[in-house]
Nanobody
Framework: VQLVESGGGLVQPGGSLRLSCAAS????????MGWYRQAPGKQRELVAA???????NYGNLVKGRFTISRDNAENTVYLQMNSLTPEDTAVYYC??????????????WGQGTQVTVSS
C-alpha cells in the first residue's frame, strides 16, 4: 500500500491550496483517512480526518478554513485549505487506516508535501 501526496507549494498569506493523496496497491478496504502536519521544532498534529462514511473531524486551528473530502472510488482524500497564514507552514502528511488484501489492518503514511505560506 502506498500513499502519494500532491498539491503542496508556496502561497501568499490569505491564499488557498488543495492537497491530494491517492492510495494504491493491494487494498481491501480503507477506513479513516486524514491529514497531519509538522512544522519545524513542533510535534506532528492532526489537521483533519474523514471516515469512510464521510464523518469529519478538524484540528482547532483549521476549523472554518480547511475542508477535508474523499473519493472512495478513487481511494483519494483531499484537503482544501483557504485563508492560509504563515502559521500553516509545515510538512503535510497523509494517513490512511487500511486493510490490505493480504495482511493486517494498519496505518499507512505518505512521504509528506511541503506547504509554505509567505509573502
Amino acid at each position: 500500500v502506498q500513499l502519494v501526496e500532491s498539491g503542496g507549494g508556496l502561497v501568499q498569506p490569505g491564499g488557498s491550496l488543495r492537497l491530494s493523496c491517492a492510495a494504491s496497491g493491494s487494498i481491501f478496504s480503507i477506513y479513516d483517512m486524514g491529514w497531519y502536519r509538522q512544522a519545524p521544532g513542533k510535534q506532528r498534529e492532526l489537521v483533519a480526518a474523514i471516515s469512510n462514511s464521510g464523518n469529519t473531524n478538524y484540528g482547532n486551528l483549521v476549523k472554518g478554513r480547511f475542508t477535508i473530502s474523499r473519493d472512495n472510488a478513487e481511494n483519494t482524500v483531499y484537503l482544501q485549505m483557504n485563508s492560509l497564514t504563515p502559521e500553516d507552514t509545515a510538512v503535510y502528511y497523509c494517513c490512511a487506516d487500511v486493510k490490505p488484501e493480504w495482511g493486517h489492518r494498519n496505518d499507512y503514511w505518505g512521504q509528506g508535501t511541503q506547504v509554505t505560506v509567505s509573502s
